[in-house]
């Protein structure tokens, strides 16, 4: 079984052929605007974010960890989760540069997320967040057995495609494949 990322399951919900190309065919693929934005993004709201109270998350108190490193073999999974708040729960935090409403790709990477922290710390994990930086909102995502039940799947959906390296059709919606960082690839999609 690979060692798949948590960012892998949020682009199998986007576009499974991302993943496809990212594993099974690795090419050089082209860092868009997007991505680069995305990342200075994500440094500039970490930095800010130490400053800031709790309170956006409805939380009095916590103990916040930045940019933790999770994995487990048990899950064939890892990741570098944003954030991390500490109470006496444990909430995992994703941020988001993005104006929309949090989808199924987002909340598939959350449940992943808190997945690994319930194995890592031996907790459970009901609540997580979705910080989305454009508007500085805060989104509550409830870890519900559905997602889990979900992404647990999709991980053995993804290792199967790795297997027999079968392409996965493409993404209905034909919008996203032009950030795609892959979109030169996709002959039957352009």
Known sequence: MEMLRVTDLKQW??????????YCL???KHISYKMEHGLAEHEIISALEKRRL????????????FHVPLSSTKL???GLLDLLIVTDRYYPVEFK???GPISINHKAQLTGYA???EETYETRVETGFVYRIPTH??????ITASLRRKVLEDLQAINEMLKTEQMP???PQRGKCIDCEFRNFCGDVL
């Open 26 to 28: 690795p090419t050089q």
């Open 115 to 117: 997945l690994l922290v």
């Open 13 to 22: 919900f986007y576009c499974p052929r991302v993943v496809y190309w990212t």
């Open 137 to 142: 909102q805060v989104t509550v995502v409830p």
């Open 76 to 78: 064939g999974l890892s």
């Open 169 to 171: 059709p493409p993404t």
């Open 54 to 65: 709790l309170k956006h998350y409805g939380l009095n108190q916590g103990e916040r960890f």
């Open 97 to 99: 540069e993005t104006l």
